[in-house]
């Protein structure tokens, strides 16, 4: 009867979606976890807790979030983990692991670990001093299982994790807040680009087997976005509005190389574990033809301040675009809350193109299954 009653409300489309959120752990845990691991893009207030200038804890972040207050996303709304459990069942999105109300029964819908600022590498960041670096959020993953198993048995904890979505997105600091910083950085001259690209795929093959060790079976890995456009880097580099093309080449390097590691290590697993994300090409849909999405630019922040509202932080000081549903880029870094949903349309139902080997609905279909 409450299958019936749930067909009834949602589209055949929007169907996998709650088939895949019913009971699914020994009738014990109402649908299903959901992990974030990574950086600003997909941080949900983690650094809001934390003694470093990498925050987005104050006006006018938070703008149209539901309760119109920041909340440390870096976003005028929602992110991309908020969306994505929306897709998963309308469920709420999962707190930040630091957050003192992730307790009791809300740790069973998971965990935000993301930190704004840091990268694949530990040196990456280091300008924004005490975050939480990618070894520290899978240290806190393991803390969380400890936490979880003590509220229903180590047992169940494990068919949680197991059977849990998880999205991690890291790389792009790697290259705007590392490699790129300032003219000859360490890295820069310790590598040169392509030998730089081949060292962090390497690095992040270590980070997703570690991940998988520690219990994950469905795992979205999002590549970069078009790095040179964002209008930070159009601030910076740009004299006409052209994308950087140094920082092109790093994401059209970076981005390929990070698919085939993931499909190659699917392979060495004997399953489907990590599904490439591909949000460079998602990204690059609105912002060289911004107007086909009703965006009226893709090349100025709708919070900033100089060129393009690409330099400096967005804060109460800056300028700030009255609608920000017409703006692909909300701060200097970071896409709109209507852009993000773009991102999510396609993570949820692209094609191969977009999500390789397959996208979230197929994902969802195919595990209600088992």
């Keep these: 009867m409450a299958t019936l009653s749930i067909a009834t409300l949602c589209t055949s489309i929007l169907l996998p979606f709650f088939l895949a959120t019913l009971l699914i752990i020994g009738g014990r845990v109402e649908g299903r976890a959901f992990f974030v691991f990574g950086d600003s893009l997909v941080d949900s207030g983690n650094n809001n807790y934390l003694t470093t200038t990498a925050r987005a804890d104050s006006p006018p972040y938070g703008i149209d979030f539901p309760t119109h207050r920041p909340t440390g996303r870096f976003s005028n709304g ?6 994505i459990s929306e897709s998963i069942g309308g469920r709420e999105s999962p707190l930040p692991y630091l957050s003192p109300a992730l307790r009791g029964q809300r740790l069973l819908v998971g965990a935000n670990f ?7 590498l530990n040196d990456t960041g280091v300008q924004f001093v005490n975050i939480i670096r990618i070894s520290q959020q899978l240290a806190y993953f393991q803390q969380y299982q400890q936490r979880v198993s003590v509220l229903i048995g180590a047992g169940e904890t494990q068919r949680l994790v197991n059977q849990a979505l998880v ?3 890291l790389g792009g600091n790697d290259f705007v807040n590392n490699y790129y910083l300032v003219p000859f950085s360490a890295r820069s001259r310790q590598f040169s680009l392509p030998d730089y690209v081949r060292y962090l795929i390497s690095e992040y093959q270590k980070i997703l087997m570690r991940i998988y060790e520690l219990g994950a079976r469905r795992v979205l890995v999002t590549g970069t976005g078009p790095l040179g456009c964002v209008p930070a880097e159009l601030a910076m580099r740009s004299r006409n ?10 994401a059209a390097l970076f981005n ?16 489907n574990v990590f599904i490439a994300a591909n949000t460079q090409l998602m990204n ?3 912002i060289r033809n911004p107007q086909a999405f009703g965006f009226v630019t893709s090349k100025v922040a709708c919070c900033g301040q100089g060129p393009y509202n690409g330099l400096g932080l967005c804060t109460q000081l800056s300028n700030l675009c009255p609608n920000r549903d017409i703006y692909a880029f909300w701060d200097p870094f970071h896409p709109s809350e209507r852009a993000n949903r773009f ?3 396609q ?9 390789n080997p397959m996208n979230l609905t197929t994902i969802l279909a195919l595990d209600s299954q088992t």
Excluded: H, K, W
């Design 284 to 286: 690059n849909d609105f």
């Design 114 to 120: 993301a930190s704004a600022g840091i990268g694949i």
């Design 241 to 250: 509005g052209e994308c950087s093309a140094e920082l092109q080449r790093a």
């Design 167 to 169: 999205l991690i997105t």
């Design 343 to 345: 991102i999510v349309r």
């Design 347 to 355: 993570i949820v139902t692209g094609t191969s193109e977009y999500m």
């Design 78 to 83: 929602l992110n991309i983990p908020d969306l």
């Design 256 to 271: 390929p190389q990070l698919t085939q590691m993931i499909l190659n290590l699917n392979s060495q697993i004997g399953a």
